[in-house]
């Protein structure tokens, strides 16, 4: 393994403690409607697809049937995350 891949793995490693320290001190940071969480995943296939396998979990507030229906950022940034290392080791 080089030095950049190493430093990328720990900038990336770094960001995913960030967000669940932000996670742990202000839970209403982590939670977003689905408009932003399209933005942080990047992709609304992308997003749509793992919720429907049940690898992103919605969350709603309340009990009602139109209560908000939010999506954790950390949840989000791991899988995206997760699914670059498999991509990267299936590479090698």
């Known amino acids: 393994m080089d030095v950049f891949t190493l430093k990328q793995q720990i900038v990336e ?10 996670r742990l001190q ?7 409607k689905l408009n932003e969480a ?3 995943a990047g992709s609304e296939r992308w997003l749509k697809y793992h919720i429907k396998q049940g690898n992103i979990k919605p969350i709603r507030r309340g009990t009602a049937k139109n209560s908000p229906i939010y999506y954790s ?3 989000i940034a ?9 991509a990267a080791l ?3």
């Open 78 to 86: 791991a899988l995206k995350k997760a699914e670059a290392a498999v």
């Open 26 to 32: 202000n839970p209403s940071f982590d939670e977003v």
């Open 38 to 40: 399209y933005q942080i």
């Open 73 to 75: 950022r950390l949840e």
């Open 90 to 92: 299936n590479q090698k």
């Open 13 to 22: 490693a770094t960001e995913l403690a960030a967000l669940a320290v932000l």
